[in-house]
Structures are given as C-alpha cells and as structure tokens.
C-alpha cells in the first residue's frame, strides 16, 4: 500500500515554454520570476497523479446511463438590477469592455 | 453559561419552547460568543448585524437556531467572497437551495465562515482574508477548507455550521476539530448556490456536536430541487426518526485494512481507530477487514479531476460581470490574465493550471481520460465491496490537527491529507466524521463511517450508536 512518502525521483519537468503556454491557455498572467517555482510545483503534483495510468490500460470507460431533466420551456421575465450592480464596469444594462474590434 | 454553548439543537429547541430563553437573548448569547473568542480563533469573515437575522419560521424544527454558513454558499444579499480577494465586494443575488431550504424550517444565519480560498486547501491556510486556528491548540489548523465551520462548532460559538465537501473538506476538519462531519451522497443536498469547484463531486456538508443534529440538518435539506438536475430524485424525510442508539439488526462493517495500516498513519490514530472497532464489535456488530486496491490511486485520481473541473467552474472569474478588475489593461486579454492573477491566490491559480493541463491536446489521454478509467474502477469495487458488507470504516485523517506552516515546503504532502477522504468523493457515496479519542498531545482524532450510495438512514443509526455508546462528543476544548 502506498504511504504518504512518495516517491519523487521521477518529477516532470514542464518547460518555461510550456509554462508561459500554461497561464495562457488559463488566461492567469505569470511574472517570469514565478515559473520555475510554479513550473516545479505543477511538475510534482503532475508526477504523482500520472500513476493513473498504471492501472487504467484496461478499463474500457463505459458511458453511463444519463437521465435527462427538462423543464417547462417558459419565458420568464429577469431583473438584471441585481445582476449588473456589481459590474466592475456598466452602461445602462451594458458590461463595459475593452474593445476588441479597431474602429477606423 | 458554557452549557448552552454546547448545548444541541433539540436541546436549544427545548429551552425556547419552555420559555427559559427567547430566540433575542439566544442570538445575543452566541453573538457575545463570537465577541469574546472570534478575535483569536478567526472563525467567522463576517458577522451578520443582528438586527437583519431573523427566523422565517416560527413553528419550524429549527426555528431560531442560528447557524455559521462557510463563505461559498449564497445567501441573498450577503457577501460572498470564497475567501477569494477576485470576489471581495461580491453580493449574493440569489439564495442556495440549502439557504431557502433552512429558512423554511426557521433557521437563522449567523455570519460567514472562513474557508481556503475557493475551498482549495486542507488547512484554511489559503484564505485570503485570515487564518483560523483550531481551538483544540491555537498553534494548529481547523483542517480545510471548511475550518471556519469546524472551528465554530468545536468551540461552542455556534450549535451548527454548513461547509461543502469536495475531496474531504468537511469530513477533515470534522475530524481535526472533534465535532462531527458529514458529506452526503453526491446529489442529496442541492448543489444549487454552492460556487462550484469540483462539480462531480462537491457536496454541502454539515458541522454539529452531535449525530442527531446532523441527521436534523440533513432532512431539512436533503431532496430533490428542480434548480440542480443532479440532485438525487427521492423523496426528503426526517432520518432522525430511526436514531435509537440501537445498531440495525445485525451489520456488517468492513474495516479498510490498506488504509487502517498505510504507512505515515500515526500510532494515536491507529489505536483509537482499533478501540473504536472493538466498541462496534461490543455493540454488535459483524466485523469483516477487506482491502481497497483502487484506493492506492484515490488521490492522484482526484487530483486530476477536481482541478481539471475547478479550471473550468472558475473560467468565470474573469473581472466582466463581477468581482476584481485590473481598470488599467488596455486589452481584454489583459483585463483576464491580470484581473485573475491579481484576484487569485497561488493555490488557485496553481490548481486552475494543473487543470487545464490535464485536459489539454497532448496530456488528456494520459491524465483525465485515465483518471475517469480509475474513478469507473473504483465505483465498481466500491459496489462490490457493498454486496458484502452494510458500511465501512477507516481514519479521516492520518493525524491530528498539524502546525501552521507544516507543509509550506511540502504541497504535495498538504494535499494528501485527502488520502482517506477524497475516493468517497470519486464514488459518490455519504460518509461521516465522528470524534473517536484524542492523540497524545490532545489533539481530537476522527473515524469515517462510510455508506452505500444514499445510505444515509443507516450510516446515521450505526453512527449515533456509537456516538451515544462513548463519550467522546461530550469533549470540549479547554477554554471555551
């Protein structure tokens, strides 16, 4: 039975690159000062999950049988009052964004 | 009056009936409470003004006994903030299922508890706002996420306390703190107002001195709700109807050897997990020890897909609709990437990256798709096991509560204190926390009885049993 001494001979070691593609796709902004140390977190914990693999070659997944909850398809009216006073940013029932479209 | 910070729900309940205390003087009470001891324990984020907490039933089972909601479940026009700085100023448009759900039956709320930010921790180490300390030793956590919770209850500041329980996050610090700790079946309670982090496996979960209180609290939740359409499709009821202190006929209860005797476990832990064992045999009960093979794997499983599914539940936070914006990104993508480096913590920004590591091109196959193979294999050991025995057993914790600071050099270690915990989760099944000794340093240790997928009405007999056959939730901290 494993124990909560792990093993930790094999870290992954994940790239900056592909550190900087991590943040990214996480949409998460990263100082260049923080990937090694969160590169070598990430590595460890990745690591450790990957034994997963040591026992799942032979299970084929099998989709579970789902039941689908529907409800009356009825238009009801929304006060966006609550909604909207919270907006870091607002115009009348509008968020307020950076623009991503140029405007000549 | 210590008796009456330590008094249950029906207990309490009794006292307003006869008039020996109003539900005024008993908000005051525990008001006072929080005054006199919050300032060194950290329990609650806020404090609801006493003057705006009201029951909204007077003839209901819980009318007037106040609460401590952990800071993830919405309660209409409160703060929510997940201990989160990225949801600071957030207000609850709406209430949670379980919020309504309580009001109904009288219930009043109290204030916010703290928790680990966005409940990812195991130490409520990583809220952004405070550190919660465990009354048992101020040198020690609560245990995580739900710490605030666990903290109030065990000190006595308030009879009850909600939390959500996703890898362990109530059942853990039930156990670091020695009150009592239960997940529900995943689907029991509605998920609807909990902020999602691992959606397939979160649960809300309850904090009481007592395995009635719980059982009352549970039933006053417990159904199905047209808002969470994986809530479970069976009728509520009151499962503190069958608590005699009797086991039910003749059970079985199947000792978890692989994780009574995995290594690391502690002595203390270890022994009063045998006595525990020899007082269910006393009761009697049938006791058969099996192995979990499938639980070797129970973490690295679940941290695969508790944080692949936290990146994508916490997506949403993008500084748009709500909660902390970076005003001076020139582009949207900016307004993303700093609002969420700025309004998260480095757990959660870690754990959102791990997330989405494992499911992207390249990493999917050998990550999540393998992770899901294991949690199949495991339900299905999981329903065999149940084929043969009526409950299981094994520690919550492989310790007692632990120092602040013990894992700052070791994450990895931190996050294995879901070890016994988080399967539960995985296969979906309720389990329960109960105080069951203490260490040698005084430190309270819990046991996890487990139940079958919606075992609730038997995981409570067999759990209140015990409970009333020793003393241990009679313990409190020196102090309080």
């Not at chain 1, 307020?96 to 000549?104: A, G, N």
């Not at chain 2, 045998?274 to 979990?292: C, T």
């Not at chain 2, 990146?311 to 900016?334: E, H, M, P, V």
């Not at chain 2, 996890?448 to 409970?467: R, V």
Request: proline content about 4%.
């Amino acid at each position: 039975m494993e124990s909560f001494n792990i093993a930790r001979d094999c870290v992954k070691r994940i790239t900056k690159e592909e550190m900087i593609k991590l943040a990214k796709t996480s949409h998460i902004a990263i100082d260049l000062n923080e990937i090694a140390p969160v590169a070598e977190q990430l590595g460890e914990v990745l690591s450790y999950a990957i034994r997963v693999q040591e026992i799942a070659a032979d299970t084929v997944l099998t989709l579970q049988a789902n039941t689908n909850i529907f409800r009356a398809d009825i238009i009801e009216q929304c006060n966006p009052g609550p909604l909207l006073r919270q907006a870091p940013e607002r115009a009348d029932n509008f968020f307020v964004v950076p623009s991503i479209i140029e405007t000549v | 009056m210590k008796h009456l910070a330590f008094a249950t729900i029906p207990e309490l309940v009794s006292m307003i009936e006869q008039k020996k205390i109003s539900i005024k003087e008993l908000h005051e009470f525990f008001y006072r409470r929080f005054e006199l001891l919050d300032d060194q324990l950290g329990c609650a984020l806020e404090l609801f003004d006493q003057s705006t907490i009201s029951s909204k039933n007077p003839n209901g089972p819980l009318h007037g006994i106040p609460g401590l909601i952990k800071d993830n479940i919405l309660i209409e026009n409160r703060h929510a903030s997940c201990a989160s700085l990225i949801l600071k100023n957030f207000i609850a448009p709406y209430s949670a299922t379980a919020i309504e759900q309580l009001q109904a039956q009288g219930a009043t709320f109290i204030g916010r508890a703290n928790m680990d930010e966005f409940a990812m921790g195991s130490s409520t180490e990583t809220s952004a706002y405070k550190k919660t300390k465990n009354p048992w030793n101020l040198a020690c956590v609560p245990g995580g996420s739900s710490g605030g919770s666990a903290a109030a209850v065990a000190a006595g500041l308030v009879p009850w306390a909600l939390g959500s329980d996703t890898g362990g996050s109530v059942r853990q610090p039930a156990a670091l703190c020695g009150v009592v700790g239960l997940k529900p079946t995943y689907g029991a309670i509605s998920r609807y107002g909990l902020v999602g982090y691992g959606s397939s496996l979160d649960q809300i979960g309850i904090f009481t001195r007592s395995v009635y209180d719980s059982a009352l609290l549970f039933s006053s939740m417990a159904g199905v709700d047209a808002r969470d359409s994986s809530t479970l499709q069976i009728a509520s009821r009151d499962y503190t109807k069958q608590l005699d202190g009797k086991l039910s006929g003749t059970i079985t209860i199947g000792i978890v050897d692989n994780a009574l005797h995995a290594k690391g476990i502690d002595l203390d832990v270890k022994n009063a997990l045998n006595e525990a064992i020899l007082q269910f045999e006393k009761m009697g009960a049938v006791i058969k020890h099996i192995n979990l093979p499938t639980m070797e794997y129970s973490a690295a499983t679940y941290f695969i897909i508790s944080r692949a599914e936290a990146a994508s539940n916490l997506a949403r936070f993008d500084g748009i609709r709500y909660g902390l914006r970076d005003k001076k990104a020139k582009t949207l993508n900016q307004l993303y990437e700093n609002s969420r480096h700025e309004g998260f913590g480095p757990e959660v920004r870690s754990r959102i990256m791990i997330g989405n590591y494992v499911l992207s091109a390249g990493h999917a196959g050998e990550y999540y798709d393998n992770a899901r193979k294991v949690r199949q294999q495991m339900r299905h050991e999981f329903a065999e096991t149940f084929k043969n025995i009526d409950l299981l057993l094994m520690p919550t914790s492989p310790s007692g509560a632990f120092e602040f600071g013990a894992y700052d050099a070791d994450k990895l270690q931190m996050d294995l204190q879901d070890y016994f915990t988080c399967i539960i989760n995985l296969v979906g099944g309720p389990a329960i926390s109960l105080p069951c000794g203490f260490t040698k340093n005084n430190l309270p240790i819990g046991l996890q009885l487990i139940g079958n997928h919606s075992g609730e009405e038997l995981l409570f007999k067999t759990a209140y049993a015990y409970e009333q056959s020793t003393e241990w939730h009679l313990k409190h901290p020196e102090g309080y």
